[in-house]
């Protein structure tokens, strides 16, 4: 057992590395294949797979090929491999979820040698190092031809990163064998088990019977309980992942905003900066971190954190004022408050039900009167679609360093350039909208980072959404276990280790 | 019989599209599971791709005939999750969620049955009140609740029994089953009970029922007279009797088990259907709801046909008027 | 000769019958168990009727909660200045006054469902076994539709399409649930509509309703009562299921299930109050619920009686 | 007695048996169908019954006559045949409009206790069908039903009690009241006196008697009880496995009974004279109705049977006044 | 002497009060003779028969008497030797042969169950001593028909498998509770001439329940006659059916039909049964009786009026007394 490591995992596998881009499904093929880069522990990229790479000009990128990779069969990583694999992402049947959108901007990629890979962009594209962490390269020899499908009936194929397969079953188990000719650094387990348990409390109860030695994914609730139990460690770390909320600028009557009798109001108060100000001053971030998150999280001052691309820290949040939120509420017009609701999820992030029901709390006592609504995230789209909504919560990650609230909520909505994704609430500010334009082609980190500064602060002056908090990577295991998180919420079992005595 | 079943498929197969074609619409106006597996920084020519991938651009009328032309070649359908035959996901994971079942429902007749008996027989005993007390418990709290408990009882404090997955499996009859190893047994005990209590409960009641009805019949007085012992009258005579109703509601009620194995599956963290289906409804991955929906259906359908054989089995007069 | 039946003797009718409700009551209250359920009942009744007196804390007005009093201990003072004696959620809920407004959800919704979901059952059960044919197979194929069409599923259909709210809850559940008092309702059925006395009532030429809701309902009663008051129980358990799937009534108005489910979560944690209460209170609401419909069920039924 | 008949049957078959579904069609076509079993309950009878006569209808048990009984009472309609009533030609569904607006036709019933509901009191039981009708305003029905109570024989005070509550004979008399109360003009009686004792019988056959008298009801009586057939009616049919095989006024069956099925009848019946005598025997078991006998039904019992009785329907031909008979024996002196 | 019953009652205890089904009833049956037992719905006949069986069931019990089978007291000894005499030295024959065999279990079944809950024997003896048994009540082909069930067989043949049973052991008391009520009269010839065989072949006592005085009159060595609850008249057939004591017995034998004129009302008894619980004092039959006087007020005991026949009333016909 020294040399096995059950994990109880949240996410239930897909062994096709190209099929469906979530978080979890990454940190499953990181197991059994790799990418060109990856980032450390603190989340800086650098080479994996690729040796090194380099900017050759503003569209093209290079990346040398390490020489020592060896598949199974005994054949080495080449070139071949690598463009066969970016096309397999592009062209995999039937995916809801491709990992395209980690290919963005890019037009050409090819072989200029066996083991050097040329990559062009249409734009200058500062992320694609960054990018190319989050995609799999696969044996060309050993997959070409195979579907997802097979990839789960011949329980992994061509694997040969740190772990092969060495059984699945969906929903219940992936078992893995470590790898002895892998070419990096050998991990510490012999055997990983990944029990799927998809269910929070199933997770911790499993952890404290004992029945697995690391869960990922500890809801924040427990995190005390755990804390105390003598046998058990709980190891968090940042996130970049934040949890905002987005606001409704659309034109006219909104369903969702209402007065005091319930009837939409005729002007859309949220249009007011006054009106997004009050809210923000009600909304007491401190108190949701320390009493739903039980401290599992970190107060969001703006849409970047420490360590992301425009950061700014000058850029405070003030403290809750409820008293204040209503003298701008009355001078915007709305002493009496009006109806507002607050549209959530509630099977999506840790406690996103109980963070808007304390939202919720927080704007009622400024003197609005809020409506909380709660629904499983496949309902919840549809309402965020159509508009019905007045503050809508929605999670947003980094890609890499760079803050994505930005990209997909605050950038109006442009679909064929993959802004707006999430851009629900129709906030148009066509000055913000060419200052993110701008910093994403910007090779220059520094000169990027002063861009993505203006635009963090903008978006912070105009309260374009309201950022509430990072959320926190929470990981339990055994006592006698070491963990390093990683802010992208990746599981991976070579970070876990023995503790030494 | 040949008749009988001959005159239930037709039934049965109108109802199975009616369900297909109420679950198309039904998923149809929750939403586009697109929106909801896509990345936010997908283009729209991604969104576009993906959507027209899973033949979603089409009106909904259109993919439903596809889905019907599919159907005729024995074809359900791909899950836009897992991108492999729905069917084939659904029939992987249905040993698990059967075996659950199944043994549920076994326990629920083999507990309940006596307590039944003997509330019945004694109606006014203390004992019997305590039973039929007892008896609500089994479905008056939620089965989420009562599995945590069980959890926190069996697994965290006692540490008698593993907390959730499935265990050992062994191979048998091309699936894999929890049953047949020690481990796996172990691994089965709480979620089964979990999902029993209801049939518990249930059994008793209906058991009881059967008793006191049973016991004043005049065959049972005959029985009497003909100097049977009291065991045998309860044993044969009254049992044989209320087996009937037991198995028709027992029977018809499996289905129903599995259906709603869901919450049990979850706390259990036991890879069965019932799993799967949440999993899906909650992405709408409408292949896997259409194809489970529709075996469900055809679940009822055999699961009626068999109550109705067991009916005949046990109660002779069916049989005569059947054939 | 005329036949000479004697008009009947003063002294038979002087003994003084008992009336109907009199008697009702008496073979009702044979059963101490039931009464003690029926008290219970009248009292839990009465609690969600005036809980808006009772509760210290209205727990469905947002601008009353204080996150800052949350997951207090049962007895603690929080800032209104009145203990909590259940202690509070980690939204600083009053447990006490949750559990006083839960019951009036979890009530109306279980007893509104059952009652809805029996009415419409029953009616098409019984229409079933009395036309028989195709009506029967019809009503039968969309009953094993129903049976089979998970609850979840249409909680979410509803959800999506009507929105959230205690009725929308209410209106899946009797979606769910009917079709159990229809294959009931039937089975029950077939057996007693082939008896003299349905035939006896076409002969007397009574209406086809009243002959079906008259005669034979009442007859098919019993099981339908047994299957009710469990079907109360297993509405208010579903409900308490689907707001654990996140699918039930409105966080902000919580259920007794929504507040079980709620506090589940925090099972582990050992902040048992946010789950246990509110589970003692659905569980003996169920229980005493159960403990007056199985003693209804014998008094109801003549041919048990004694 | 020459009125014009007040119903009158014709031709009437009954055949039970569930019509071929769609399954069972389609089963025929591959091979795979067992014939449906049908019974002829009833098979080719003619009836009439003229105002205020009583036709004493016999047989054994599962013979039809309940089920006669229950066509003419209009609750099940004819497989073929007709029930004339009044002398209309209306047939069963006009029928029904009739009895709408007063069920004239009342059928008492064989089993008393499967006849009543159990979840109804004497009082609701008699009383609910004249409050539906009109027959008799709110105010007034206890007393009515107290009056149809007594006139049954009944005690109202026993009103408020459940069927249950009975014995036997008493819930015979609870669905006598019932049929009474709404002022039938017809009545059919399905062995209405068989589960009756002897002093109680007297009461409920003068009771009929008395009734026929006073309202001039008219009666199909159901019976094996040739006793109580012979004193009340004026008519009486035999009846055996769905058909009539004979028919004559009371005295000429009971005198010359012609078919021998009747005279084997007539010497089974105990009679209160005669003490501790030996029984005569008629052989053989009431033959299954799923599988009559070919022929005449009753060859396999018939001391008399002949070659033609296996293979032939005896035609129901006239061999006196009135006196109607379906034996191939009379053809040789016809 | 077989059975001999000493003032047996057998009272339900129910919440609107005591209802005494069998008050003060003494009967007896010798060897080989029929009792037959006549009296109106509700008179206690059946509970009578019950009682003997000791199958009264709650809310009835016993309440006093004596029942001494061959010289036991039936009504004091353990439920177990009650269990070891019931269908093996006394048999009952129920009313309704439709209700009495259990449905779901085969002729063979509930045959054989009934020789090996008496007797250690083999399954096959059993078997063979179930199909002879069959044969003897003229049930053609026992062989194939002990493999069928209950619903397969036909009223009659179903009675007559109740009495194979009652006759499986050769009781030395059998009760038959009504068991032609529910046949034809055919059919009631057959089984009435089977039961007359059986009992003379094997010396079985009878008490034959029934409200037909027909039948009882060509079956019966002795008559005894309820009315509400008690025993009014006992004697022996011809003895009562033509000289009736008893005003109710001797209503009871005018009223039978075939002794009146055809179309003419029939003679009655006035009144009707009253409920057990509301009996009027002294003779139960008073208020009905013809013959009432003053000293009916008073309850009549049972006095033998003639040689070896009783009835208990004041005022009986007596037997000079010409009466048509
Ligand atoms: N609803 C029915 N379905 C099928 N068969 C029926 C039905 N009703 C009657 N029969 C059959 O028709 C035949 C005649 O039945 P019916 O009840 O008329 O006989 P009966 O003469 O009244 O007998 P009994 O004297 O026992 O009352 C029987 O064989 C019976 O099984
Ligand atoms: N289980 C019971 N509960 C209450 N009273 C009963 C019960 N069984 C019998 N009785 C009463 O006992 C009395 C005698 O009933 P019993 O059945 O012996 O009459 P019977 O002479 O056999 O009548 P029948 O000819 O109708 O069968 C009846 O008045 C009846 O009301
Ligand atoms: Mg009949
Ligand atoms: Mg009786």
Known sequence: ?501 | ?323 | MATSVHSPKPEIRKRGEQTPFRRFVSDFIVSRLAVLGLFVLGLVVLIAIFAPLLAPQNPYDLAQLDILDGMLQPGTVGGGGYPYWLGTDEQGRDMLSAIFFGLRISLFVGLGSAILAFVIGATLGLTAAYFGGKVDAAIMRWVDLQLSFPAILVALLILSLLGRGVLNVMLALVIVEWAYYARTARAAALVERGREYIEAAQCLALPTSRIVYRHLLPNCLPPLIVIGTMQVASAIALEATLSFLGLGVPVTEPSLGLLISNGYQFMLSGNYWVSFYPGVALLVTIVAINLVGDQLRDVLNPRLKT | ?334 | ?324
């Open chain 1, 1 to 501: 057992r020294t040399q096995e490591l059950v994990v109880g995992s949240q996410g239930d596998p897909s062994l096709d590395p190209h099929y469906m881009y979530i978080g979890t499904n990454v940190a499953f093929w990181r197991h059994i294949y790799g990418s060109l880069t990856m980032h450390d522990e603190e989340g800086r990229i650098g080479p994996s797979l690729a040796e090194s790479y380099k900017l050759v000009d503003d569209h093209t990128w290079e990346f040398r090929l390490r020489d020592d990779v060896k598949f199974e069969d005994g054949s080495t990583l080449s070139a071949e491999d690598v463009v066969y694999s970016l096309n397999r992402v592009k062209s995999l049947p039937g995916n809801p979820s491709p990992y395209t959108v980690r290919l963005e901007s890019i037009t050409k990629f090819e072989a200029v040698g066996p083991s050097t890979v040329r990559i062009t962009t249409d734009a200058p594209n500062p992320y694609v190092p960054d990018n190319l962490s989050q995609v799999a390269i696969v044996p060309q020899k050993a997959t070409d031809g195979k579907s997802t499908g097979d990839f789960t009936s011949e329980a992994g194929i061509g694997e040969y990163g740190p772990y092969r397969v060495s059984s699945f079953s969906p929903g219940d188990r992936l078992v893995l064998e470590r790898n002895e000719d892998y070419w990096g650094e050998k991990p510490h387990w012999k055997r990983v088990t990944f029990r799927i348990m998809p269910n929070d409390a199933s997770r911790v109860a499993a952890l404290l019977a004992k029945d697995v030695d690391l869960i990922d994914f500890v809801p924040p609730s427990d995190v005390k309980r755990l804390l105390e139990t003598p046998d058990v460690a709980v190891h968090d770390g940042p996130s970049t992942r934040m949890i905002v909320l987005q606001l409704n600028f659309r034109d006219g009557k909104v369903g969702a905003l209402t007065d005091a009798s319930g009837r939409p109001l005729e002007q859309n108060p949220l249009k007011d900066l006054r009106v997004r100000q009050a809210i923000s001053k009600a909304v007491d971030r401190k108190a949701i971190v320390e009493r739903i998150m039980n401290g599992a999280a970190d107060v969001a001052t703006q849409v970047a954190m420490p360590g992301m691309e425009g950061y700014d820290s000058d850029l405070t949040m003030e403290a809750a004022d409820p008293n204040g939120a209503r003298v701008l509420l009355a001078e915007a017009g709305y002493p009496e408050g009006f109806g507002i609701s607050i549209a959530c999820s509630n099977n999506r992030y840790p406690n996103d039900a109980r963070v808007c029901q304390a939202v919720g709390q927080m704007l009622a006592r400024a003197g609005l009167q809020p409506k909380v609504e709660t629904q499983p995230m496949s309902v919840l789209l549809k309402a965020m679609q159509g508009g019905d909504f007045g503050l809508a919560m929605l999670g947003m990650g980094a890609q890499g360093t760079r803050p994505q609230t930005l990209g997909h909520i605050v950038h109006s909505v442009d679909r064929d350039a993959g802004y707006g994704g999430y851009n629900f609430g129709g906030y148009v500010n066509p000055a913000l909208d060419k200052n993110i334009a701008d910093a994403v082609v910007t090779l220059d980190g520094d000169q990027r980072d002063q861009l993505m500064r203006e635009a963090v602060k903008r978006t912070a002056e105009e309260v374009v959404v309201l950022p509430l908090y990072f959320q926190r990577v929470l990981t339990a295991s055994r006592a006698d276990l070491t963990y390093t998180t990683d802010p992208t919420e990746e599981t991976l079992t070579w970070r876990a280790k023995p503790a030494s005595k």
């Open chain 4, 1 to 334: 007695m020459s009125h014009v008949p007040m119903v009158e049957i014709l031709n009437v078959s009954k055949r039970f048996g569930k019509a071929p579904t769609f399954g069972d069609r389609l089963a025929r076509r591959f091979g795979g169908y067992r014939p449906q079993k049908t019974v002829h309950a009833i098979d080719g009878v003619d009836l009439g019954i003229a105002k205020g006569q009583i036709l004493g209808l016999v047989g054994e048990s599962g013979c039809g006559k309940s089920t006669l009984g229950r066509i003419v009472a209009g609750i099940i309609p004819p497989t073929e045949g007709v029930v004339r009533w009044h002398g209309d030609n209306a047939n069963r569904p006009s029928q029904v409009e009739v009895r709408r607006a007063k069920p004239g036709i009342q059928m008492i019933f064989q089993d008393p206790m499967s006849s009543l509901n159990p979840r109804m009191r004497v009082a609701e039981i008699v009383g609910e069908a004249p409050l539906v009708h009109g027959l008799v305003p709110r105010r007034d029905i206890n007393a009515y039903v107290d009056e149809q109570l007594v006139r049954a024989g009944l005690d109202p005070a026993y009103k408020k009690r459940y069927p249950h509550q009975f014995s036997g004979g008493q819930r015979q008399r609870i669905s006598i009241a019932r049929a009474l109360a709404v002022q039938p003009e017809f009545l059919v009686c399905d062995e209405s006196v068989a589960a009756l004792d002897v002093s109680i019988q007297a009461q409920v056959i003068n009771l009929f008697m008395k009734l026929r008298d006073e309202l001039n009801l008219t009666y199909l009586f159901i019976s094996h009880d040739l006793g109580v057939v012979e004193h009340l009616s004026d008519r009486v049919a035999i009846m055996y496995l769905g058909r009539i095989v004979e028919e004559a006024p009371t005295e000429e069956i009971f005198a010359m009974a012609n078919h021998p099925y009747t005279q084997s009848l007539l010497a089974a019946v105990p009679r209160i004279e005669n003490r501790k005598s030996s029984f005569a025997v008629v052989k053989g078991e009431i033959p299954s109705p799923f599988s009559p006998p070919t022929g005449c039904h009753f060859h396999p019992r018939c001391p008399h049977a002949f070659a033609r009785c296996r293979s032939e329907r005896p035609a129901i031909r006239q061999i006196a006044a009135s006196h109607f008979s379906a034996c191939h024996l009379n053809d040789g002196s016809a």
């Open chain 2, 1 to 323: 019989m040949v008749s009988y079943l001959l005159r239930r498929l037709p039934q049965a197969a109108l109802t199975m599209l009616v369900m297909s074609v109420v679950v198309f619409v039904g998923v149809f106006a929750i939403g586009n599971p697109v929106d909801i597996l896509i990345s936010p920084q997908a283009t729209a020519t991604e969104r576009d791709n993906a959507i027209r991938a899973l033949g979603l651009d089409l009106p909904i009328w259109q993919q439903y005939w596809s889905f019907l032309v599919n159907l005729f070649q024995g074809d359900v359908g791909r899950s836009f999750v897992f991108n492999v035959s729905a069917l084939h996901l659904i029939m992987e994971r249905l040993p698990a969620t059967l075996e659950l079942a199944l043994a549920s429902t076994l326990l629920g007749l083999v507990i309940g049955m006596p307590f039944g008996l003997y509330a019945g027989l004694a109606p006014n005993s203390r004992v019997s009140t305590s039973i039929m007390a007892g008896s609500i418990l089994g479905f008056s709290l939620p089965s989420f609740w009562v599995g945590i408990v069980m959890i926190m009882l069996f697994s965290v404090h006692l540490g008698w029994l593993p907390s959730g997955g499935r265990g050992d499996t062994v191979y048998w009859l091309g699936a894999r089953w929890s049953f047949l190893t020690t481990d796996g047994l172990a691994h089965m005990a709480m979620p089964v009970l979990n999902l029993a209590l209801f049939q518990i409960s249930m059994v008793i009641r209906l058991t009881r029922a059967g008793v006191r009805e049973v016991i004043l019949s005049d065959y049972v007085k005959f029985a009497r007279a003909k100097g049977l012992t009291e065991t045998r009258i309860i044993l044969v005579h009254v049992l044989k009797n209320i087996l009937i109703p037991v198995i028709t509601v027992v029977g018809l009620n499996l289905g129903t088990v599995i259906a709603f194995a869901v919450v049990t599956e979850t706390i259990f963290s036991w890879p069965g259907m019932g799993k799967l289906i949440i999993d899906s409804i909650n992405v709408l991955d409408r292949p896997v709801i259409v194809a489970y929906l529709m075996l469900m259906v055809l679940m009822f359908v055999v699961i009626n046909l068999l109550v109705d054989l067991a009916y005949m089995v046990l109660d002779p007069r069916v049989r005569l008027e059947s054939r």
């Open chain 5, 1 to 324: 002497m077989t059975i001999e019953v000493r003032d047996l009652s057998t009272h339900f205890r129910l919440s609107a009060g005591t209802i005494k089904a069998v008050d003060g009833v003494s009967l007896s049956v010798r060897r080989g003779q029929i009792l037959g037992l006549v009296g109106e719905s509700g008179s206690g006949k059946t509970v009578t028969g019950f009682s003997i069986m000791r199958l009264v069931e709650s809310p009835g019990f016993i309440a006093g008497g004596n029942i001494l089978f061959q010289g036991t007291d039936l009504a004091r000894i353990s439920e177990e030797e009650m269990r070891r005499l019931r269908g093996n030295r006394i048999a009952m024959i129920f009313q309704d042969p439709m209700m009495t065999l259990n449905p779901v279990l085969r002729i063979d079944t509930q045959m054989v169950e009934t020789i090996r809950a008496h007797e250690k024997t083999s399954r096959e003896e059993a078997l063979r001593r179930a199909r002879d048994a069959l044969g003897m009540v003229g049930i053609p082909s026992p062989e194939e028909r002990l493999k069928a069930y209950p619903h397969q067989f036909s009223g009659g043949m179903r009675q007559r498998v109740a009495i194979a049973i009652a006759f499986l052991h050769k009781p030395d008391l059998i009760i038959a509770d009504e068991p032609t009520t529910a046949l034809d009269v055919t059919i009631q010839g057959q089984i009435l001439a089977e039961v007359q065989k059986l009992t003379s072949k094997f010396g079985t006592s009878l008490i034959w329940i029934s409200h037909d005085l027909s039948v009882v009159a060509a079956l019966a060595d002795e008559i005894a006659v309820m009315y509400a609850g008690r025993l009014v008249e006992q004697g022996k057939v011809g003895e009562v059916l033509d000289h009736p004591l008893h005003p109710y017995t001797k209503g009871l034998i005018d009223s039978v039909p075939n002794r009146n004129r055809r179309g003419a009302a029939l003679n009655q008894i006035k009144g009707m049964t009253p409920s057990l619980a509301d009996l009027p004092e002294g003779c139960s039959f008073r208020t009905r009786c013809p013959r009432e006087a003053e000293i009916c007020k008073q309850v009549p005991l049972t006095r033998e009026w003639l040689h070896d026949h009783t009835a208990r009333c004041h005022r009986p016909y007596h037997p000079t007394e010409d009466f048509t």
